[in-house]
């Protein structure tokens, strides 16, 4: 397949954001699509088989997001890839990276619970990752996304051992989740990762607001 006949379905294509997703000034490009259930999901509209999702080429999502090319080349920031899950679209984003301006800085959040070559796909143009870890320890996790971590645990421990180059450049996300994990979990979790060798810790609590 070319990439001509890759379509993306997105959520949302958000300009304009400024040190939330990487950085400099970014555009988020949110992908529809997640193996997680997460009982406080962010972006549920990421999984509703209801969403009226908007479809781009490789070529015609280059083309929109280029008019922030100045701010992108200005700030040092560019296309922060999520949504959803986008390392489940690593066909997709691997071709836009072939396309797009080498000055681009392009970053991904992302769950880490795909297969490893997904990963692989993608692992040379990718300049910031953002990973949320929710919780190491499997039961919790579970319990929160509804399915296993190994695969996540298994591509920490790859990227660490085969990848460490790119250390530097992951931060972990290790969120306080209500009636899910506490200050001691958070801090085993990040025990744990930090004999991986990762150092770069984003620890912050989930605001539920009764619907």
Partial sequence: MTSHELTGRFIGI???????????????????????????????????????????????LIDEVRIDQLYFLATGGGITF????????????????????????????????????????????????????????????????GIGNERVINNLKWLASEHADILSSVKLRLPHIPNHNNDDDINNSQAYLETLGYHNFDRFDYIIRPI
């Fill in 82 to 145: 999520g949504g959803g899950e986008p390392l489940l679209h690593s066909t997709y984003i691997k071709a836009f990276c072939e396309q797009c301006p080498k000055e681009w800085r392009i970053a991904i959040e992302t769950s880490l619970n795909v297969p490893r070559r997904n990963i692989e796909d993608v692992l040379p143009f990718i300049k910031e990752w953002i990973i949320d870890i929710k919780d190491i320890n499997p039961r919790i996790y579970k319990a929160y996304t």
């Fill in 14 to 60: 958000v300009r304009h954001r400024l040190a939330v997703d990487g950085e400099g000034v970014t555009t988020l490009v949110a992908f529809h699509g997640c193996p997680l259930r997460c009982k406080y999901c962010l972006n549920p509209q990421s999984i509703s088989d209801d969403m009226t999702c908007m479809e781009r080429t490789v070529e015609e």
